[in-house]
């Protein structure tokens, strides 16, 4: 079955940098597009970013410039490096499958604050 487990998330001073990492396994990780996506307090999950198998990626125009998405395939490992962070970033991210399946993992808060 499938398994998305996310880390890297913390408390961050606005400006700061993050780099997030989401393991996947019981799916054929190098066929899947994969996609960051975030929950702030009190909204719906948006999708932040995606990259394609072939590592073309796509980033939501509020972080165009600040995030960028990579990923692993001999780890099965998708990563967001996040710079520049402000306060709107505050949520909890998670990866999934771009689109996203059933299953989601328990994503990484990630808090951004003086």
């Known amino acids: 079955q499938v398994q998305l487990v996310e880390s890297g998330g913390g408390l961050v001073q606005p400006g700061g940098s993050l780099r997030l990492s989401c393991a996947a396994s019981?799916?054929?990780?190098?066929?899947?597009?994969m996609g960051w996506y975030r929950q702030a307090p009190g909204k719906q999950r948006e999708l932040v970013a995606t990259?394609?198998?072939?590592?073309?990626?796509n980033l939501a125009d509020s972080v165009k410039g600040r995030f960028t998405i990579s990923r692993d395939g001999a780890k099965n490992t998708v990563y967001l490096q996040m710079n520049s962070l402000k306060s709107e970033d505050t949520a909890i991210y998670y990866c999934?499958?771009?689109?996203?399946?059933?299953?989601w993992g328990q994503g990484t808060q990630v808090t951004v604050s003086s």
């Open positions: 999934n499958t771009y689109p996203p399946g059933a299953r």
């Open positions: 019981g799916i054929i990780f190098r066929i899947y597009a």
């Open positions: 990259i394609t198998s072939d590592g073309l990626a």
